[in-house]
């Protein structure tokens, strides 16, 4: 997921370096998952100042290559709002934009990929478990990829993102390196939602 315009790259999802952004479009969309406190709608323009922040903070991008470059930071606002896949992750008791999770298609080993990026100030509440679930439950039948089931690619260094794929019954299946880094590929689990918060 290296090339797309709105999640990470080198992280938290991590397609092959060099590989064209896949063509796919998710079959389910566009779609909007609730969970037990957040709604997950797809990227609006509203939201691009919460993206670019996400892109351009160094606390979000310690484990994706650092911040984002300006002129790269100006093409992904022109183009981040509609993406198929993308969703802003949404705080229903006060409408806050938290975060946003990324599914897409052929990622690093064709399977379906997810990845996440969360604002600083709402790390350690749990609302990165409830919409990754969310999003990797309805990746399952959403998202048609060449090799079926959903994965996640993180660097082996983060260990926060690590903790965070084992929580949801993610099974650590191949590391490797990529962007000068080690990196490890996890797979969800075939069935089921992944713990976390039901979907409604």
Same mark, same amino acid.
């Given at each position: 997921?290296?090339?797309?315009?709105?999640?990470?790259?080198?992280?938290?999802?991590?397609?092959?370096?060099?590989?064209?952004?896949?063509?796919?479009?998710?079959?389910?969309?566009?779609?909007?998952?609730?969970?037990?406190?957040?709604?997950?709608?797809?990227?609006?323009?509203?939201?691009?100042?919460?993206?670019?922040?996400?892109?351009?903070?160094?606390?979000?991008?310690?484990?994706?290559?650092?911040?984002?470059?300006?002129?790269?930071?100006?093409?992904?606002?022109?183009?981040?709002?509609?993406?198929?896949?993308?969703?802003?992750?949404?705080?229903?008791?006060?409408?806050?934009? /938290? @975060?946003? =999770?990324? $599914? *897409?298609?052929?990622?690093?080993? #064709?399977?379906?990929? %997810?990845? &996440?990026? +969360?604002? !600083?100030?709402?790390?350690?509440?749990?609302?990165?478990?409830?919409?990754?679930?969310?999003?990797?439950?309805?990746?399952?039948?959403?998202?048609?990829?060449?090799?079926?089931?959903?994965?996640?690619?993180?660097?082996?260094?983060?260990?926060?993102?690590?903790?965070?794929?084992?929580? /949801? @019954?993610? =099974?650590? $299946? *191949?590391?490797?390196?990529?962007? #000068?880094?080690?990196? %490890?590929? &996890?797979? +969800?689990? !075939?069935?089921?939602?992944?713990?976390?918060?039901?979907?409604?």
């Amino acid at each position: 997921m290296q090339p797309m315009t709105v999640g990470g790259d080198g992280g938290n999802t991590a397609a092959a370096p060099g590989r064209a952004a896949p063509a796919r479009t998710p079959v389910d969309w566009p779609a909007t998952l609730t969970t037990a406190r957040l709604t997950l709608r797809p990227v609006e323009q509203a939201d691009v100042p919460y993206a670019v922040r996400l892109w351009t903070d160094p606390r979000v991008r310690r484990y994706l290559g650092g911040p984002v470059a300006a002129d790269v930071v100006r093409v992904r606002e022109r183009h981040c709002a509609g993406v198929p896949g993308a969703f802003a992750v949404v705080r229903d008791e006060d409408g806050a934009v /938290l @975060g946003l =999770v990324v $599914a *897409e298609a052929d990622g690093h080993d #064709g399977r379906t990929e %997810v990845s &996440y990026q +969360f604002l !600083p100030e709402h790390w350690g509440r749990g609302y990165a478990r409830e919409a990754v679930a969310a999003v990797a439950g309805w990746a399952r039948g959403g998202v048609r990829s060449p090799v079926p089931g959903v994965a996640a690619v993180t660097q082996r260094a983060n260990s926060r993102s690590r903790r965070l794929l084992d929580a /949801l @019954g993610a =099974v650590p $299946a *191949e590391d490797f390196v990529a962007w #000068g880094e080690p990196q %490890v590929l &996890y797979v +969800f689990p !075939p069935t089921g939602p992944a713990e976390g918060g039901p979907v409604r």
